[in-house]
């Protein structure tokens, strides 16, 4: 559980700015689509939006997109040591600001307000999944094409856990994408908390900063002293807005279901990480990070024999695990869901004698033949249950007696999938059965070499 309070000096924007954060690859919309499609933005308190998507609403707004915001709280609870204005009174002017912070995005009057107590939101999630929904069915257009916009489910504020973690159980169980922004992690986390290396980035042109910044003035209760007197110190400081300043948004992106009610399968993976790739040359900052760079070290000195007749990789993505996995493969196929993953990772590796790169849909795009060393490596979690079941099949009929398995994969909960990386190994042992030859865990990460039975006969 994560513990702060807007008093604490939090991280400089400075060590954010440093960390890269302005590279990660953008979000797959296309501003071509966006006008047909419909949203529903959630906030906790009045400024909620603002702070995490105002730039992603005013962009919406001047697009055309559908909009409704949803606003639970009024806030009232944001100066409780307040000597001269009471919650009643502090509800009242917030809503009146959140009025004009819209207007200033372009959504003058698209909102809905469903009166929930500031700092119990965990207690009314049936309302606020009412209120979702109820807000998707005003909306023109599509029904398929909703996507519902919600604070951080991690976020470390219990309001906006509580919201976030509603928004994506509607978004699951009615099939919706789902943008989770964060507010407060900019304050309590450090780029050492790397779940921000799984997010997305939405480009802010000039206008969409300019609203975003007369919105958050408009929010005079939050940003300015509510009076001199001990109590009513402004809320947030000069150094936390810095973080909401930055000519782009951060949203943790879960795709909508191809059809709704059913999890994400590998069927999904060419879309989804098409998307991703799309949007930048190195989504996941492989080449230059540092944790990736020591990653892909652990791996290969985690294989047991020095060279390999027949490697395969499953999931290569642009290939920087690829081209390292060739030293030591005399022929080695690497395969991913993404076209776009695939050119990049042909085009790395062109020059690789014994290196060939495919698309291919795992586990019923299976490749022939027989191998001696294969590589599931941070891609085990975008299968179903049944189909990573289906994938350890196949891993069994074609690894040769003694062969090696090799499974590496993010610890950390992967928005909009069923599985994390833990469980991918559990069910890996459990379905095979087959003896762990090395085992390594740090907190971000799992790495694990599993050995095929080696059916010899002695005598």
């Given at each position: 559980m994560v513990t702060f309070s807007h008093t604490d000096q939090g991280t400089a924007e400075e060590a954010w700015a440093a960390s890269g954060l302005a590279a990660a690859p953008e979000l797959p919309l296309d501003p071509a689509e966006l006008a047909g499609m419909r949203f529903v933005v959630l906030a906790a308190h009045p400024d909620d939006e603002t702070l995490g998507a105002g730039g992603l609403m005013a962009s919406l707004a001047a697009l055309g997109a559908a909009v409704e915001v949803v606003l639970c709280t009024a806030g009232e609870g944001s100066h409780p040591d307040s000597p001269t204005t009471k919650p009643e009174q502090l509800a009242h002017t917030r809503l009146t600001e959140f009025a004009a912070a819209l207007a200033a995005l372009g959504l003058e009057g698209r909102w809905t307000f469903i009166g929930l107590p500031d700092r119990g939101l965990g207690r009314h999630t049936e309302a606020i999944a009412r209120a979702v929904r109820e807000a998707a069915r005003r909306?023109?257009?599509?029904?398929?094409?909703?996507?519902?916009?919600?604070?951080?489910?991690g976020d470390g504020h219990g309001d906006h856990d509580a919201l976030g973690a509603a928004a994506a159980d509607v978004a699951r169980q009615d099939g919706h994408a789902l943008l989770e922004y964060p507010i407060w992690f900019w304050h309590w986390a450090t780029p050492r908390n790397r779940e921000w290396q799984r997010w997305l980035r939405?480009?802010?042109?000039?206008?969409?900063?300019?609203?975003?910044?007369?919105?958050?003035a408009e929010h005079a209760t939050q940003v300015q002293p509510l009076s001199a007197l001990p109590g009513d110190e402004a809320l947030l400081s000069g150094l936390f807005l810095q973080h909401f300043s930055r000519g782009y948004e951060m949203f943790a992106w879960t795709a909508a279901p191809i059809s709704s009610g059913r999890p994400h399968s590998s069927?999904?993976?060419?879309?989804?990480?098409?998307?991703?790739?799309?949007?930048s040359e190195d989504p996941w900052n492989y080449s230059r990070s540092w944790y990736e760079r020591r990653k892909r070290a652990l791996?290969?000195?985690?294989?047991?024999?020095?060279?390999?007749e027949r490697g395969l990789e499953v999931g290569c993505s642009i290939g920087t695990l690829t081209a390292e996995l060739a030293t030591r493969c005399r022929n080695l196929l690497a395969v991913d869901a993404s076209g776009t993953a695939v050119r990049r990772a042909s085009q790395r590796l062109e020059n690789r004698a014994g290196v060939q790169v495919e698309q291919r849909v795992l586990p019923g795009a299976w490749p022939q033949g027989t191998f001696d060393l294969l590589v599931v490596s941070e891609v085990g979690y975008y299968f179903a249950v049944k189909e990573l079941a289906q994938l350890w099949d196949?891993?069994?009929?074609?690894?040769?007696?003694?062969?090696?398995?090799?499974?590496?994969?993010?610890r950390h909960p992967i928005n909009g999938w069923e599985l994390d990386g833990d469980t991918v190994h559990a069910l890996a042992r459990q379905r095979l059965g087959w003896r762990t030859a090395g085992l390594y865990q740090e907190r971000d990460f799992v790495l694990e070499v599993l050995i095929a039975p080696d059916n010899a006969v002695t005598i």
């Amino acid at each position: 559980m994560v513990t702060f309070s807007h008093t604490d000096q939090g991280t400089a924007e400075e060590a954010w700015a440093a960390s890269g954060l302005a590279a990660a690859p953008e979000l797959p919309l296309d501003p071509a689509e966006l006008a047909g499609m419909r949203f529903v933005v959630l906030a906790a308190h009045p400024d909620d939006e603002t702070l995490g998507a105002g730039g992603l609403m005013a962009s919406l707004a001047a697009l055309g997109a559908a909009v409704e915001v949803v606003l639970c709280t009024a806030g009232e609870g944001s100066h409780p040591d307040s000597p001269t204005t009471k919650p009643e009174q502090l509800a009242h002017t917030r809503l009146t600001e959140f009025a004009a912070a819209l207007a200033a995005l372009g959504l003058e009057g698209r909102w809905t307000f469903i009166g929930l107590p500031d700092r119990g939101l965990g207690r009314h999630t049936e309302a606020i999944a009412r209120a979702v929904r109820e807000a998707a069915r005003r909306l023109p257009g599509d029904p398929a094409r909703l996507a519902i916009v919600a604070p951080y489910r991690g976020d470390g504020h219990g309001d906006h856990d509580a919201l976030g973690a509603a928004a994506a159980d509607v978004a699951r169980q009615d099939g919706h994408a789902l943008l989770e922004y964060p507010i407060w992690f900019w304050h309590w986390a450090t780029p050492r908390n790397r779940e921000w290396q799984r997010w997305l980035r939405f480009h802010l042109d000039e206008p969409a900063r300019g609203a975003k910044k007369q919105a958050m003035a408009e929010h005079a209760t939050q940003v300015q002293p509510l009076s001199a007197l001990p109590g009513d110190e402004a809320l947030l400081s000069g150094l936390f807005l810095q973080h909401f300043s930055r000519g782009y948004e951060m949203f943790a992106w879960t795709a909508a279901p191809i059809s709704s009610g059913r999890p994400h399968s590998s069927s999904d993976a060419e879309l989804v990480f098409d998307g991703v790739h799309d949007g930048s040359e190195d989504p996941w900052n492989y080449s230059r990070s540092w944790y990736e760079r020591r990653k892909r070290a652990l791996t290969l000195a985690a294989l047991p024999a020095e060279s390999y007749e027949r490697g395969l990789e499953v999931g290569c993505s642009i290939g920087t695990l690829t081209a390292e996995l060739a030293t030591r493969c005399r022929n080695l196929l690497a395969v991913d869901a993404s076209g776009t993953a695939v050119r990049r990772a042909s085009q790395r590796l062109e020059n690789r004698a014994g290196v060939q790169v495919e698309q291919r849909v795992l586990p019923g795009a299976w490749p022939q033949g027989t191998f001696d060393l294969l590589v599931v490596s941070e891609v085990g979690y975008y299968f179903a249950v049944k189909e990573l079941a289906q994938l350890w099949d196949r891993v069994e009929t074609s690894l040769e007696p003694g062969g090696i398995l090799l499974l590496c994969h993010w610890r950390h909960p992967i928005n909009g999938w069923e599985l994390d990386g833990d469980t991918v190994h559990a069910l890996a042992r459990q379905r095979l059965g087959w003896r762990t030859a090395g085992l390594y865990q740090e907190r971000d990460f799992v790495l694990e070499v599993l050995i095929a039975p080696d059916n010899a006969v002695t005598i």
